[in-house]
């Protein structure tokens, strides 16, 4: 089973994830600790290499409650969904109203092209259109946050 109220922590990760963890460090993690997953390889934008992603759900339900996102063996994104309760060092988390973020950190400000809310912090996030409430939260490693990433040379 999974701690599902660990803190987010930007730049570095959250419970077990660590970011830059290599794909194998993780995958043996979650089998020592026999925690169910399921994997993916994705080519978002035919990016070279390809992207492996660990999916983990809550008990068993259908929807993911992290992802994690590999390239060139090393964990570089943790997605985090409804029903993960931790929070980030400000106290912001999943199911938080956006305005209610936006006041703790004036930095969440809405990026038209990404089409997301971005932090100045290390973290990016949603809201749902319906309940203005946050869904989502991901932190990662500082190079996704430079035009090169997709270079690989870091």
Known sequence: MIDLTTPIIPYEGTGIFKLDASYDEVKALL???????TEE????NDVDPPWYIIRITKDGEKDDVISITFAKNRL?????????EGKLPNGIHIGMP???AQRIDPTLTFDDWD???ISAHGYWTEDDADTKK???ITIFIPALERDDFFEYKW
């Open 31 to 37: 089998q020592e600790q026999g925690i169910p997953y």
């Open 134 to 136: 946050l869904c989502w």
């Open 115 to 117: 089409e997301m809310f």
């Open 98 to 100: 956006l305005d209610e």
């Open 41 to 44: 390889v994705s080519q978002p």
């Open 76 to 84: 570089f994104r943790i997605c985090l969904y409804e029903g993960f």
